[in-house]
């Protein structure tokens, strides 16, 4: 059963543990941390990691580095949230802070995860044009058919998705793996880059980019959530388990995605730094060179696993944008179409940035998209922290001091490198952009945002975190005495197929032989649709000669029943129908579609159910 309250309620505890022991058990776990860890493997990463390498050698491993620890803190802290409250994090901001801020973290978060699907746009179609030469333009427009292998990976539950994504996540390990042994990196100067290093200009830019591509946003949101896909005992032997579980499934996964972001960035170093090719721009450039220096092998394999990264990081994006809507908003939405909202928005900046600038920009526009991660990661990171310190809420659970520390300092070294990313770009974008757009539009922006950030950090130390109810829906009401219902007025919609029988039979049982029934049926042909009642076509003769039988049927049965035929559009139809023949009750056949044929055939009884005010019963 369905319980809409419930953090992607369609895979909730969909993935039972208390049945296995042993290896079996610690498997069961196995699977939240894999789908985040795409993530960190997307397009984005690949576009930081080149251009680190190229332009600086082996010198930013050391951010790669520490942004992986902050990373497997703070997933840690998101699934710890996820397990013990039973909230993903945009459930627990919306009961943490006031309604009014929950609008703009919506937003930010939202933006986030459009910058994110912009970067799997882009490699995609990148990865498209380097295996089949298909034209980026081209490659754009066909990834908007991701949508649909959401929708068929959904309806296969969530073992079956994962196991997808861990098989895009070992295609790209595996490229990766072949091309490190071809490059044969230097050990000595790839140690060396682990040491920390003073950061400025062009080489801050790029080390805040590889942070926003590691530490992304929006998979904080997307863990607290997946962790709730398991069933276990809720009790504090059994929480304690999946903590540990889940802390050991992190560790894997998100050190298995360092080792493929040290790769590109250690590829790039070996094979364009070390060869003074300094100005790597582009993924095509190294996908260009690596066929120039090492022959066919190495471009192939690493063409292949930018198709891959893109495609399964695109699954985790959505699931992200559907957490985040339905805890901040409390709006759920169909998935396809929310999928289908958030890759238009991050489409369009692609297509923008092609016809105006050309093919070539699509780089900048990737490390940028990285950019903009790090920037909303403040928004995410210090609610997460406070909540998960909350000893009120967490009770046991709640972060010992020194995970305080060390989560606090990590906050305050991306909140402070962001602060002066911001503080540079607006300086030198003063120097050659307009003085009013950028004091009269940017500036205020800015110290807006500046604003928010302090207020979603100080709210927390001076109010009680428990502002609102964990039950996203209210709380149960007293039933009281009831009534007798007595409909007199029932519509029943009918479309002359073999459902017919059961829908007048339900029907005709609401209300036996007092009441006056309704019989509807809707002509959608071409012509009913633009002449309406004054159609004369073959079908809607046909159909009216068959609601007349329904009627006259009934009537020889002692039941009293009127034909209404309405034309176009079902759902608006119905709709009309019941409002203007005052109807109490409406009783629907449904045909059970399901994901695909939904989206072809249209769902009516959805449509109806939202358009009318009065009770509706749909028979299967």
């Given at each position: 059963?369905?319980?809409?309250?419930?953090?992607?309620?369609?895979?909730?505890?969909?993935?039972?543990?208390?049945?296995?022991?042993?290896?079996?058990?610690?498997?069961?776990?196995?699977?939240?941390?894999?789908?985040?860890?795409?993530?960190?493997?997307?397009?984005?990463?690949?576009?930081?990691?080149?251009?680190?390498?190229?332009?600086?050698?082996?010198?930013?491993?050391?951010?790669?580095?520490?942004?992986?620890?902050?990373?497997?803190?703070?997933?840690?802290?998101?699934?710890?949230?996820?397990?013990?409250?039973?909230?993903?994090?945009?459930?627990?901001?919306?009961?943490?802070?006031?309604?009014?801020?929950?609008?703009?973290?919506?937003?930010?978060?939202?933006?986030?995860?459009?910058?994110?699907?912009?970067?799997?746009?882009?490699?995609?179609?990148?990865?498209?044009?380097?295996?089949?030469?298909?034209?980026?333009?081209?490659?754009?427009?066909?990834?908007?058919?991701?949508?649909?292998?959401?929708?068929?990976?959904?309806?296969?539950?969530?073992?079956?998705?994962?196991?997808?994504?861990?098989?895009?996540?070992?295609?790209?390990?595996?490229?990766?793996?072949?091309?490190?042994?071809?490059?044969?990196?230097?050990?000595?100067?790839?140690?060396?880059?682990?040491?920390?290093?003073?950061?400025?200009?062009?080489?801050?830019?790029?080390?805040?980019?590889?942070?926003?591509?590691?530490?992304?946003?929006?998979?904080?949101?997307?863990?607290?959530?997946?962790?709730?896909?398991?069933?276990?005992?809720?009790?504090?032997?059994?929480?304690?388990?999946?903590?540990?579980?889940?802390?050991?499934?992190?560790?894997?996964?998100?050190?298995?995605?360092?080792?493929?972001?040290?790769?590109?960035?250690?590829?790039?170093?070996?094979?364009?730094?070390?060869?003074?090719?300094?100005?790597?721009?582009?993924?095509?450039?190294?996908?260009?060179?690596?066929?120039?220096?090492?022959?066919?092998?190495?471009?192939?394999?690493?063409?292949?696993?930018?198709?891959?990264?893109?495609?399964?990081?695109?699954?985790?994006?959505?699931?992200?944008?559907?957490?985040?809507?339905?805890?901040?908003?409390?709006?759920?939405?169909?998935?396809?179409?929310?999928?289908?909202?958030?890759?238009?928005?991050?489409?369009?900046?692609?297509?923008?940035?092609?016809?105006?600038?050309?093919?070539?920009?699509?780089?900048?526009?990737?490390?940028?998209?990285?950019?903009?991660?790090?920037?909303?990661?403040?928004?995410?990171?210090?609610?997460?922290?406070?909540?998960?310190?909350d000893k009120k809420q967490m009770k046991e659970f709640a972060l010992k001091n020194w995970v305080k520390i060390l989560a606090w300092t990590s906050a305050l070294v991306i909140v402070i490198l962001n602060v002066k990313l911001v503080?540079?770009?607006?300086?030198?974008?003063?120097?050659?952009?307009?003085?009013?757009?950028?004091?009269?539009?940017?500036?205020?922006?800015?110290?807006?945002?500046?604003?928010?950030?302090?207020?979603v950090f100080i709210y927390p130390l001076l109010k009680d975190q428990r502002i609102g109810s964990n039950v996203p829906h209210g709380n149960a009401l007293e039933i009281g005495p009831i009534e007798h219902l007595a409909y007199k007025?029932?519509?029943?919609?009918?479309?002359?197929?073999?459902?017919?029988?059961?829908?007048?039979?339900?029907?005709?049982?609401?209300?036996g032989k007092d009441a006056d029934y309704f019989i509807i049926h809707i002509v959608e042909t071409a012509v009913a649709t633009y002449h309406g009642t004054s159609a004369m076509d073959h079908e809607t003769k046909s159909d009216a000669?068959?609601?007349?039988?329904?009627?006259?049927?009934?009537?020889?049965?002692?039941?009293?029943?009127?034909?209404?035929?309405?034309?176009?559009?079902?759902?608006?139809?119905?709709?009309?129908?019941?409002?203007?023949?005052?109807?109490?009750?409406?009783?629907?056949?449904?045909?059970?579609?399901?994901?695909?044929?939904?989206?072809?055939?249209?769902?009516?009884?959805?449509?109806?159910?939202?358009?009318?005010?009065?009770?509706?019963?749909?028979?299967?």
């Amino acid at each position: 059963m369905r319980r809409d309250g419930e953090s992607l309620a369609e895979v909730h505890q969909s993935v039972e543990t208390n049945k296995r022991t042993g290896w079996r058990r610690i498997l069961s776990f196995i699977g939240p941390a894999y789908l985040v860890s795409v993530g960190y493997m997307d397009p984005g990463n690949w576009a930081t990691d080149l251009a680190g390498g190229s332009k600086f050698g082996y010198s930013l491993i050391w951010v790669l580095l520490m942004s992986n620890l902050i990373a497997l803190l703070l997933q840690s802290l998101s699934s710890r949230l996820g397990i013990v409250r039973g909230l993903d994090l945009a459930q627990a901001s919306k009961n943490t802070y006031p309604k009014w801020v929950n609008i703009p973290l919506f937003i930010l978060a939202q933006t986030a995860i459009i910058a994110c699907d912009l970067a799997e746009i882009i490699g995609m179609a990148i990865g498209l044009q380097l295996l089949f030469d298909l034209p980026l333009l081209y490659g754009i427009s066909i990834t908007i058919l991701d949508t649909f292998v959401l929708l068929f990976l959904m309806n296969k539950g969530m073992r079956k998705m994962e196991a997808f994504i861990v098989s895009m996540v070992f295609i790209v390990g595996i490229s990766f793996l072949v091309e490190m042994f071809i490059v044969e990196p230097s050990l000595i100067e790839v140690a060396k880059g682990f040491e920390p290093s003073l950061l400025s200009g062009e080489a801050l830019y790029i080390a805040i980019g590889i942070i926003g591509a590691t530490v992304m946003p929006h998979n904080l949101y997307l863990h607290s959530s997946l962790v709730q896909t398991r069933k276990f005992e809720r009790d504090s032997k059994g929480i304690k388990e999946a903590l540990k579980f889940n802390f050991i499934d992190t560790a894997v996964a998100l050190n298995l995605a360092f080792f493929v972001n040290a790769a590109i960035l250690i590829l790039a170093a070996a094979a364009f730094y070390k060869n003074g090719l300094h100005e790597v721009a582009e993924i095509q450039d190294a996908h260009k060179l690596l066929g120039n220096i090492f022959g066919n092998v190495a471009p192939a394999l690493f063409a292949i696993a930018l198709i891959a990264a893109g495609q399964s990081s695109t699954v985790t994006g959505t699931l992200a944008g559907q957490i985040i809507m339905e805890g901040h908003l409390n709006l759920r939405i169909q998935p396809w179409l929310r999928r289908l909202i958030t890759r238009i928005l991050a489409i369009l900046p692609a297509f923008f940035t092609i016809l105006y600038f050309g093919e070539d920009a699509l780089g900048s526009l990737l490390i940028l998209s990285q950019v903009v991660l790090s920037l909303q990661l403040g928004f995410a990171v210090i609610p997460l922290i406070h909540i998960t310190s909350d000893k009120k809420q967490m009770k046991e659970f709640a972060l010992k001091n020194w995970v305080k520390i060390l989560a606090w300092t990590s906050a305050l070294v991306i909140v402070i490198l962001n602060v002066k990313l911001v503080i540079e770009e607006i300086s030198s974008w003063a120097n050659s952009a307009s003085t009013l757009l950028i004091y009269g539009l940017v500036v205020p922006i800015a110290v807006l945002v500046g604003f928010l950030l302090l207020f979603v950090f100080i709210y927390p130390l001076l109010k009680d975190q428990r502002i609102g109810s964990n039950v996203p829906h209210g709380n149960a009401l007293e039933i009281g005495p009831i009534e007798h219902l007595a409909y007199k007025r029932i519509g029943i919609s009918v479309d002359f197929s073999k459902n017919d029988l059961k829908t007048i039979r339900h029907g005709l049982v609401q209300g036996g032989k007092d009441a006056d029934y309704f019989i509807i049926h809707i002509v959608e042909t071409a012509v009913a649709t633009y002449h309406g009642t004054s159609a004369m076509d073959h079908e809607t003769k046909s159909d009216a000669d068959n609601l007349d039988a329904y009627c006259i049927n009934l009537r020889e049965l002692g039941y009293r029943a009127t034909p209404c035929i309405g034309f176009g559009k079902p759902a608006n139809s119905i709709s009309r129908l019941s409002r203007e023949n005052n109807l109490d009750l409406l009783v629907m056949g449904a045909h059970g579609h399901k994901g695909v044929k939904d989206l072809i055939l249209g769902t009516t009884v959805n449509s109806v159910r939202h358009q009318v005010s009065i009770p509706v019963l749909i028979v299967r």
